[in-house]
Nanobody, 123 residues
Framework: VQLQASGGGLVQAGASLRLSCVDS????????MGWFRQAPGKEREFVAA????????VYADYVKGRFTISRDNAKDTVYLQMNSLKPEDTAIYYC?????????????????WGQGTQVTVSS
């Protein structure tokens, strides 16, 4: 598995979680990375993306101001810091590699993605 996401869990509303995604492909620093999520019965949706150098980020409106995407190219890892979590943030979160840093991006615009990590926020 090239992209391994972790850090999900069950938390109460208002709590924080930090997701991590490690790339074992040795080309991590070349590519933009993104996070997507899919809730049960809903379409998969864009969450955030970051360029290869970590100098440009974009966020979906529904997470802006609460979530922060970052990356450490020395560790081949992209992060998603999630604060002030809400029940509607409950979803499987996927990291994706090699795609556009755009709020209009779809996961299929990226070259590869991981298996996802479950985030459940209780009210």
């Amino acid at each position: 598995v090239q992209l391994q996401a972790s850090g999900g869990g069950l938390v109460q509303a208002g709590a924080s979680l930090r997701l991590s995604c490690v790339d074992s492909g040795r080309t991590f620093s070349y590519y933009g990375m993104g996070w997507f999520r899919q809730a049960p019965g809903k379409e998969r949706e864009f969450v955030a993306a970051i360029n290869n150098k970590g100098t440009f980020t974009v966020y979906a409106d529904y997470v802006k101001g609460r979530f922060t995407i970052s990356r450490d190219n020395a560790k081949d890892t992209v992060y998603l810091q999630m604060n002030s979590l809400k029940p509607e943030d409950t979803a499987i979160y996927y990291c994706a590699k090699d795609g556009p840093v755009s709020v209009y991006a779809k996961m299929t615009d990226f070259g590869s993605w991981g298996q996802g990590t479950q985030v459940t926020v209780s009210s």
